[in-house]
RNA sequence: GCCGACAUAGCUCAGUGGUAGAGCAAUUCACUCGUAAUGAAUAGGUCGUGGGUUCAACUCCCAUUGUCGGCUCCA
């Protein structure tokens, strides 16, 4: 009896009945069979030597796909697993899943695992991969399973076995060597294919990401089928730690935070502080250029306020403690948005006024937990490039269109042109009537898809007040950060009882868009920090050019250099030290000043300076207007070189 | 907040119970120099903070503040 298998490609070829999946790659290529790691057949994840026994489509997973990558390291997991069965037999244990970056794998232990553990645990790994224990899938009754995890004594397994049902879900062990998990799989063949390694973290978590429950200890790790991959990957992390925006800020002298003066509070020194003002003043021109007006408004407000708002019902726990002002409540805040309505409370507004589109760079201070700290990142004081819009139903939709064309031109001017979208829609507590909703969903749904932008749901993970939109972006490491969201208010124009008179003459609820394109500036800045390496675009840098004499002899011309430059706007600093030229280069490279510009003997006599681009030893010569123009033009094009 | 680790000079880091060390940076002097570190000298720390153990604590113990890796949360 033979069977057809249908190919990606289209073409349909005849194997015997009960062949296994692995030799249908063989019969391909021998190339797929390699790197297979598992079959999937008629769009069903399959082990490799699973028989097939009819008719069917294949297809092969390999390493390059995602899915594949998630089957490897969830199979390293349970090696991992399996080696700590092997070295501690009392652990129990949680879960061990595939993540983004590797896999890992919770477990109860008595002791406290230290980096020896884990290199102990590394080398068991690395034995039982060459043993090549196949992945063995066996399928159970429930009553089965809780027997089996009962005698073996794993109560994190029995837990996840209570909410399993048998008649709706097939349960599953996997046996690999002398370890058994309850895993749904799909896994490798054998251990054998795991070549690649590397244990890189343990940590505290709760079970089941619940900080009532027992904290288990983390194991984090990663692997790979290819040496080569494995080195780029410890070279990516280590990139990343360079990157390190706590690194450079402090190596480029932008911001501090102090013990002292209270965690999460950040200080900006002289040239942080430049390119925030940089930042901003791009952000302010770029926000009137596009029909929005700047708001100013207070740090603190009476409890009136945040009693209106809701904020002292839904958001207390995110606010600092209220302070006596003349015997009232005063708060300090941690949003804007109830400001920006007094504001607009104080006219009585026309639908000829709207939309409104009002804009601030708003600080706000929130309570965060002390371990959710991270300098830049997550701190309690920050300014949001915050604005609300206030409009008709019908004004939704063209406006939120709008805000995502200014938020890709935005994005896009600091380098940011990989974008992905995202739609959280209503979450289970939530403000507001449903026909709101989904006419706000559904709005923003068409807004997306007039603008051609495909994204992803994010089912129920709206704001408790409307649904959003969430736009992530890529830094230069691959790596994904939310920046952007616009946001649906149903609450605040409610209670607030706030108006406008329309068409009709009527009184009608205006609507609330509540968005932020870079977040706040503060992470913003950190993101920004770590794409560019701290080298940042000419437009950016807080010192644009740095003038370097060759010796003090030529300290004069030198300065008339950078008076014109200066006068033309630019950035510049004239190096005086009584140093060797090469030592002010290297320092200035280190300063990472996109611009070194050496005067001597040779540039004071033709009235040209030579200019010495940032990472290149790579020199060219201009007379000084020139350089200027050129310079210039590269600040306003915001190019990246 | 929770689990674990860590905190020594401005920075990066040595220092395992017996009076604190290096490199870089800083300051001074000499050199006046052609594309990633000139040389010499000087100065700089109650070892995060508060208790405790000890004849003696940077070192051991407890608490506290902060940082780091995660968890939870999130701009």
Redesign the pocket.
Known sequence: MNIQATLPDGSVRVFPKGIAALEIAKAISHRLADDALVAVINGEQTELYAPVESDCSVKFVTFDQAEGKYVYWHSTSHLMAHAIQDIHPEAKFGVGPP?DGGF?YDIDINK???EDDLKIIEDRMAVLAKQANPFVRQELSKAEAVAFFEKKGDPYKLEILSELDDTEETISLYHEGDFTDLCVGRHLPDTGKIKYFKI???????W????KNK?L??I?GVSFPKKKMLEDHLAFLEEAKKR?H??LG??LDLFS????A???LIYWHPKGARIRLEVEDFWRKSHLDHGYQMLYSPHMGKSWLWETSGHLGFYR??MYAGMKVDEMDYYIKPMNCPFHIMIYKTQLRSYRDLPLRWAELGTVY?Y???????????????T?DDAHIFCTLDQVEPEVIEVIRFAKYILGSFGFTDLSFYLSTKPEKAVGEDHLWEKATESLKIAMEKEEISYEVDEGGG?FYGPKI?IKIKDALNREW??S?VQFDFNLPERFDMKYIGEDGKEHRPFMVHR?L???I???FGILLEHYAGDFPLWLAPVQAAVI??????MEYAESVADRMRKSGIRVELDH???????????W??KKAPY?L????????AGT????K??S?E?G?ANVEELVSQLLEEINNKTFH
């Open positions: 993540v890992y406290k695992l230290t890189l973290s343990v940590s505290g978590s709760y089941r990401g619940d900080e904290q200890q983390r984090y390190d706590r690194k402090k190596q935070v102090h013990e002292e209270g965690a999460g726990d995110s929130r965060e937990k002390s371990g959710v700290l991270h300098g830049l990142l997550r701190v309690r004081g920050f949001q704001a969430d939310q920046l969201t932020a870079l977040g706040s503060e992470r913003f004499p060759v010796s003090q002899n030529f030290r009584s140093e060797k030229i090469g030592y002010k280069i290297r320092d490279e280190l070194m050496i005067v001597g003997e040779k540039e004071q006599t300076v030579s200019i010495r940032r990472k030893a020199t010569s």
